[in-house]
């Protein structure tokens, strides 16, 4: 994202080049000649001819209490360690403003607290054999893959930890499920049920509670239980 810089003001010495200039010359050549942008120009020489006065009015408000260098500092920590709580964060960059600054500087940026994706946690090696199981499948037809069966578990929990995980990054869908910003499952953990359904072609098999580990043995007893093995083998 492009930094937002500062507007430097014009000095006493380029007013009064541009005052000078400005009875023999048009604006944008005077901007030309003394490297002025056309807007600021434009500006100072509508605020001369009112006021009769190169003098700046006071600005409202109060000063910026960051510069671009400690501005940059603050994203550049905040999207390195996204997990980071604002107090923390503020610690680190050991810059001496409130909280809801590093809040307004961070938004300036477009940066803000999100809820951490919840994924299961894939290596790299996954990814590969996923891709490489798509690839081998691309070519199967809908009466191909009318004869599989398709399965799943899902276990109902309390898990032990419920606070919500918040990760600082931009609004966009990469940074939304770098792993550094997705909150892992954990298996097995503060399991009280285990549910498993299934479904072949245009059939859904039977929804059934298991109370133990789901095992190759456990799927095929289910399977054939609910006679969906028998109608997609046929």
Request: glycine fraction near 6%; hydrophobic fraction near 35%; proline fraction near 4%.
């Amino acid at each position: 994202m492009p930094l937002t810089l500062h507007r430097k003001q014009l000095t006493d010495f380029q007013k009064g080049e541009i005052v000078a200039l400005s009875a023999a010359k048009n604006p944008s050549n005077i901007g030309h000649e003394l490297n002025v942008p056309r807007k600021t120009m434009d500006n100072f020489l509508r605020r001369y001819q009112k006021r009769s006065s190169m003098e700046n009015l006071p600005r409202p408000g109060r000063p910026r209490s960051t510069s671009v260098t400690g501005d940059r500092w603050l994203a550049r920590v905040a999207m390195t360690e996204t997990r980071l709580p604002l107090q923390e964060l503020k610690s680190i960059c050991n810059i001496p403003i409130s909280t809801r600054t590093i809040q307004r500087r961070l938004k300036e940026r477009d940066i803000g607290k999100w809820r951490a994706v919840n994924r299961a946690l894939l290596t790299e090696a996954h990814a590969q054999t996923r891709l490489k199981w798509a690839r081998e499948h691309k070519e199967w037809t809908a009466e191909d893959w009318s004869k599989v069966i398709w399965s799943d578990e899902s276990a109902i929990k309390k898990d032990s930890d419920a606070r919500t995980v918040w990760v600082w990054r931009h609004q966009n869908k990469r940074e939304k499920y770098l792993p550094k910003n997705v909150e892992g499952k954990k298996r097995n953990e503060g399991i009280s049920q285990m549910i498993w359904g299934c479904f072949a072609d245009n059939k859904l098999g039977p929804i059934v509670f298991v109370d133990d580990r789901i095992t190759q043995d456990v799927y095929m007893g289910v399977l054939q239980h609910g006679g969906i093995y028998q109608s997609a083998k046929g």
